[in-house]
């Protein structure tokens, strides 16, 4: 009878009562789940993240132990093995470290890594989003980017929500840290997000990746109207002339300025921009097609299914349910609203002095969602005239968001 008792006790069943705000977490995983395969919401990674956030919070699971990552660090002495100590509670306490956190571990005992544990070392030590980044640069095209340089401008203003959402955040009560990671959603860009949280916020990882990737799948629903509402249908209307062609040897050379330079400029930002660089490099020189393929291929859906896994383990209910996820949700929004704003206004204002007018619809594509908001400018320049194609022209500005978003991100970093 003892040993059908202590059975009984190890089930999840007996634990629900311990924390049954799990219940809820795995009732918001199986939403993101339905969001991810009913409604196609960046499935891709999505799905992922909603079962890794399931996984984490089953009872009884153990199969992510937030006290290994406590305080923003790897505690390596925990990982070989060594029990936890009361000098070491005492140094979580004050890092600020929560009491439902510490509450999960005891004094003398030894933690057992779950499988959760060792794959979310590869986003703690940034390898992750690095290797998705090799991928996106070889899937990327930047020869609408160097065939009209200004596009890089459109990109750059795009990062205004990055900085505005910053400050924002910072208004609401969160810390610098946190606010850095909170703006970063701005750029729309997932692995960057995740890279900056990973090392600014570990403890808001769940929440920002979760909030970042559902919002560019809402890119065609959050961005038309900001672009009708600051453009009049006259500049909807303007048609663009097709962009010149650009020569293998100028692709060839794009990699190695922008790596040089941004690693000059910003030297945080080149573990993203140096991963992306190499990608595209691979995909445009034409001597190592079969790499190109295999970090298109292989490489990308292997990391992105280690990545979602492990950000959405970082989703637990001690970490999610909280007034800091809606704060997040929230600052989101301006983020995104922000950073369209930023690319229509600078096309608008450039054209005071252009005199081959651009299609001010083309700023929205700055935020780095590739290619899904060049694709909304396609969809909202055509509403208003059916003769104007813009896709490609928005292109330049969408792959310079990625740059920009990596730029900022190492800016972050950089001062935080």
């Not at 009361?86 to 571990?105: D, Y």
């Not at 048609?239 to 050379?253: C, G, H, W």
């Not at 300025?257 to 595209?280: D, E």
């Not at 909304?376 to 003769?387: D, F, L, R």
Request: proline share 5%; with cysteine; glycine share 10%.
């Amino acid at each position: 009878m003892e040993g059908i008792l202590n059975f009984l006790e190890q089930t999840g069943f007996y634990m629900v009562s311990q924390n049954p705000l799990q219940l809820v977490m795995i009732l918001v995983a199986c939403v993101l789940a339905y969001l991810a395969i009913v409604k196609k919401f960046e499935p891709l990674l999505l799905l992922p993240i909603s079962f890794g956030m399931l996984l984490t919070n089953l009872f009884g699971a153990e199969m992510y132990h937030e006290i290994l990552f406590a305080g923003g660090h790897i505690h390596w002495d925990l990982f070989g093995g060594a029990p936890v100590t009361a000098e070491f509670i005492a140094e979580m306490k004050a890092a600020g470290v929560s009491e439902a956190v510490l509450a999960t571990v005891e004094v003398g005992k030894e933690i057992s890594l779950g499988l959760l544990d060792i794959l979310y070392l590869g986003v703690k030590l940034g390898i992750y989003p690095c290797l998705i980044f090799i991928g996106v640069g070889a899937m990327t095209d930047f020869g609408p980017l160097i065939a009209n340089p200004k596009s890089l401008l459109l990109g750059a203003a795009a990062q205004l929500g990055i900085f505005l959402a910053f400050i924002g955040a910072r208004y609401i009560g969160f810390t610098p840290a946190e606010a850095g990671s909170i703006g970063i959603i701005g750029g729309a860009d997932g692995p960057t997000a995740i890279f900056v949280t990973s090392r600014l916020a570990p403890d808001l990882l769940g929440p920002i990746a979760v909030a970042a990737y559902s919002y560019m799948a809402l890119v065609p629903v959050i961005q038309p109207p900001i672009m009708k509402l600051l453009t009049t249908k006259k500049e909807r209307q303007i048609v663009m002339k097709e962009l010149r062609p650009v020569s293998q040897t100028e692709k060839i050379i794009f990699p190695f300025v922008v790596t040089i330079f941004v690693s000059l400029l910003v030297p945080s930002a080149t573990p993203l921009v140096g991963c992306l660089m190499l990608g595209n490099l691979l995909n445009v020189c034409g001597v190592t097609e079969r790499l190109s393929k295999t970090v298109q291929n292989e490489l990308m859906n292997i990391v992105t299914i280690f990545l979602g896994i492990s950000v959405g383990a970082t989703a637990t209910a001690q970490t999610f349910l909280s007034f800091k996820t809606l704060g997040i949700v929230a600052m989101g929004v301006v983020a995104f609203g922000c950073g369209t704003a930023g690319g229509v206004l600078l096309a608008k204002f450039m054209n005071l002095f252009l005199k081959k007018k651009i299609n001010p619809l083309i700023g929205s594509a700055g935020v780095s969602a590739v290619p899904m908001a060049a694709r909304v400018s396609q969809m909202v320049g055509q509403k208003e005239n059916p003769a104007n194609f813009l896709l490609m022209h928005a292109m330049g500005p969408n792959v310079a968001g990625v740059i920009g978003s990596a730029i900022a991100a190492g800016v972050l970093l950089a001062i935080l």
